[in-house]
Structures are given as structure tokens and as C-alpha cells.
């Protein structure tokens, strides 16, 4: 078994919440020979650098996230994509202690295979931006100011698909063109939605 690494020890101290399930998790993992290392302030775990897995807890659940779980075979239907626009990774979701004494073998078998996804290089073919589709509201002002145009093109793709995302998700039309008007002065400064 690698060794726990130390500068992660506080992310299982601090669980109140999923503190046995989350260290029952750490030592499934590191019991695969991954390193142990902290990213995004949650317990990740790398095979030469490159993410495996990492284990994050939410109020409902904590959870096992594979960073190219698209690629995984999944042959127990237990991974779950997060959100529509998640591309990449999938969660296995427990709620309680026994579920992941249950499945020990099941995600020892499911973290050996993400390690084989990795040493093979294998990638998770992702959409480009230009795949999504722009909101009517916004594209309406992308195509009324040929300055704003510009200046969201020379977004970084991520940037983009962010902006693109946070209009998206407005379920009315009144909400959606607030969000754009709002976002315009940052879009026309270069900045992300975050910046």
C-alpha cells in the first residue's frame, strides 16, 4: 500500500459529515498503488502525475471521482455523470460505510482499470465549444455588436463554454438576457465569468 501523505490527512480530519466513509475510501485507493496527493482541496490520487482518482464529499453523499471515467466499461452501471455538460468524469456515489465495504472488489476492479485507461494514453473525446449551442439571447447580441463578437471569440475556450453554460442555464428568456447584459463589461474585457 503507498503511504498516506500528510498534507491530506486534514481532509479526512475536517469530515464531519463522511469521515469513515471517506477514509474507507483512501485506503481502497492507496491499497491500488496510486499517490496520494491534494488538488482542488480534495484528496487526489496520480499515477506518475497523471489523475486517476480523486474522493470529494457532498451534503447528500461523498464520492469516487474518475477523472476519465467516459472511458471506463462501467460493467456494473454504477457510474454516474454528474451534470449533462461533465464530459469526462463519473462518480460512484456512497451514502453510508456498508455500500463501499460492499463494493471493495467492484472499485479496486474500477480504479486498476482507469490506471490501464491511463498507461494506455487513452483520451475522452471532448466537444468544442463551437458544438454548443449559444442561447437566442446571447447570440442575438453577438451578432448586433461585431466588437462584443470579437472580444468573446478571444476567450479562451473554457471561458467561453463557461459563459455559455451560466446563460444555458436560465430557464426563462427574461433571466437569460439579464445574465448576458450583465456579463457583457466582462466579456469585453477579456475575463472569464469567475475572473
Same mark, same amino acid.
Given at each position: 500500500?503507498?503511504?498516506?501523505?500528510?498534507?491530506?490527512?486534514?481532509?479526512?480530519?475536517?469530515?464531519?459529515?463522511?469521515?469513515?466513509?471517506?477514509?474507507?475510501?483512501?485506503?481502497?485507493?492507496?491499497?491500488?498503488? &496510486?499517490?496520494?496527493? @491534494?488538488?482542488?482541496?480534495?484528496?487526489?490520487?496520480?499515477?506518475?502525475?497523471?489523475?486517476?482518482?480523486?474522493?470529494?464529499?457532498?451534503?447528500?453523499?461523498?464520492? &469516487?471521482?474518475?477523472?476519465?471515467?467516459?472511458?471506463?466499461?462501467?460493467?456494473?452501471?454504477?457510474?454516474?455523470?454528474?451534470?449533462?455538460?461533465?464530459?469526462?468524469?463519473?462518480?460512484?456515489?456512497?451514502?453510508?460505510?456498508?455500500? *463501499?465495504?460492499?463494493?471493495?472488489?467492484?472499485?479496486?476492479?474500477?480504479?486498476?482499470?482507469?490506471?490501464?485507461?491511463?498507461?494506455?494514453? &487513452?483520451?475522452?473525446? &471532448?466537444?468544442?465549444?463551437?458544438?454548443?449551442? *449559444?442561447?437566442?439571447?446571447?447570440?442575438?447580441? @453577438?451578432?448586433?455588436?461585431?466588437?462584443?463578437?470579437?472580444?468573446?471569440?478571444?476567450?479562451?475556450?473554457?471561458?467561453?463554454?463557461?459563459?455559455?453554460?451560466?446563460?444555458?442555464?436560465?430557464?426563462?428568456?427574461?433571466?437569460?438576457?439579464?445574465?448576458?447584459?450583465?456579463? *457583457?463589461?466582462?466579456?469585453?474585457?477579456?475575463?472569464?465569468?469567475?475572473?
Amino acid at each position: 500500500m503507498n503511504s498516506m501523505n500528510p498534507k491530506v490527512d486534514f481532509y479526512f480530519i475536517k469530515a464531519k459529515k463522511w469521515q469513515e466513509e471517506t477514509e474507507l475510501l483512501r485506503t481502497i485507493v492507496l491499497d491500488c498503488g &496510486l499517490t496520494e496527493e @491534494l488538488k482542488w482541496g480534495c484528496p487526489c490520487y496520480t499515477l506518475q502525475k497523471s489523475n486517476i482518482v480523486l474522493i470529494h464529499t457532498f451534503k447528500e453523499y461523498c464520492a &469516487l471521482l474518475f477523472m476519465k471515467g467516459a472511458l471506463l466499461q462501467d460493467a456494473k452501471g454504477i457510474l454516474i455523470q454528474q451534470t449533462e455538460n461533465v464530459q469526462a468524469a463519473r462518480q460512484i456515489r456512497f451514502t453510508n460505510v456498508k455500500e *463501499i465495504v460492499k463494493q471493495k472488489a467492484i472499485l479496486k476492479a474500477y480504479i486498476y482499470e482507469a490506471i490501464e485507461v491511463e498507461k494506455a494514453g &487513452l483520451k475522452v473525446e &471532448l466537444k468544442k465549444t463551437e458544438e454548443y449551442k *449559444i442561447p437566442e439571447e446571447f447570440q442575438t447580441k @453577438l451578432n448586433e455588436n461585431p466588437v462584443l463578437k470579437t472580444a468573446f471569440k478571444a476567450l479562451t475556450p473554457g471561458r467561453q463554454r463557461a459563459y455559455i453554460f451560466y446563460f444555458s442555464a436560465a430557464k426563462q428568456s427574461k433571466t437569460r438576457e439579464a445574465r448576458v447584459e450583465k456579463c *457583457i463589461p466582462q466579456i469585453m474585457d477579456g475575463k472569464g465569468l469567475d475572473d
